[in-house]
T-cell receptor
Framework: GESVGLHLPTLSVQEGDNSIINCAYS??????FIWYKQESGKGPQFIID?????DKRQGQRVTVLLNKTVKHLSLQIAATQPGDSAVYFCAEIMDTGRRALTFGSGTRLQVQP | DAGVTQSPTHLIKTRGQQVTLRCSPI?????VSWYQQVLGQGPQFIFQYYEKEERGRGNFPDRFSARQFPNYSSELNVNALLLGDSALYLCASSSVVNNNEQFFGPGTRLTVL
């Protein structure tokens, strides 16, 4: 399959370690944030979301943290597995009717066995 | 249940030609959005349609157009193709226009020679 992000920043972790992927978003008016996972040859897959009135949300093995003061979003993956290897994008939605997603530039996560 | 489907999977065109890409949303979803993903970058919003009407447009030239049919499927048309139009074109569906959760298809890889 094709490579989604040939020139993206890369985070390399050992299997079983925790991973932290960071994202700086652009618009202080954004009211909703989402992390997507994109594997080679596939479309983005929803991982977890968070509203702007929250600062933390937990899912299964994943946690998203939101710092509105510095417009920063992070995704924490616990006990990283080889299947977590992919490109990860943060996306934001402004409070407009159309709810279009604005994506960040992405981070490639490589999990070493 | 079938997810979002897109056709064709891959397409090769030459400069100046026209192309039509197709998308079928998840059954019951009435909103379709189109995104362009250039290699190494996050997806960029092109259009959103809901109930056959355009509800939003990104910063793309008039060479890009789209429509939505009564069965909620959608077509994206690009005229006078340029080399820079080479990208992965993603379709996403959501149940209604203001629903934050968007589900992506696998995309159509367009190469312009």
């Amino acid at each position: 399959g094709e490579s989604v992000g040939l020139h993206l920043p890369t985070l390399s972790v050992q299997e079983g370690d925790n991973s932290i992927i960071n994202c700086a978003y652009s618009n202080s008016a954004s009211d909703y944030f989402i992390w997507y996972k994109q594997e080679s040859g596939k479309g983005p897959q929803f991982i977890i979301d968070i509203r702007s009135n929250m600062d933390k949300r937990q899912g299964q093995r994943v946690t998203v943290l939101l710092n509105k003061t510095v417009k920063h979003l992070s995704l924490q993956i616990a006990a990283t597995q080889p299947g977590d290897s992919a490109v990860y994008f943060c996306a934001e939605i402004m409070d407009t009717g159309r709810r279009a997603l604005t994506f960040g530039s992405g981070t490639r996560l490589q999990v070493q066995p | 249940d079938a997810g979002v489907t897109q056709s064709p999977t891959h397409l090769i065109k030459t400069r100046g030609q026209q192309v039509t890409l197709r998308c079928s949303p998840i059954s019951g979803h009435k909103s379709v959005s189109w995104y362009q993903q250039v290699l190494g970058q996050g997806p960029q919003f092109i259009f959103q349609y809901y109930e056959k009407e355009e509800r939003g447009r990104g910063n793309f030239p008039d060479r890009f157009s789209a429509r939505q049919f009564p069965n909620y499927s959608s077509e994206l048309n690009v005229n006078a193709l340029l080399l820079g139009d080479s990208a992965l074109y993603l379709c996403a569906s959501s149940s209604v226009v203001n629903n934050n959760e968007q589900f992506f298809g696998p995309g159509t890889r367009l190469t312009v020679l």
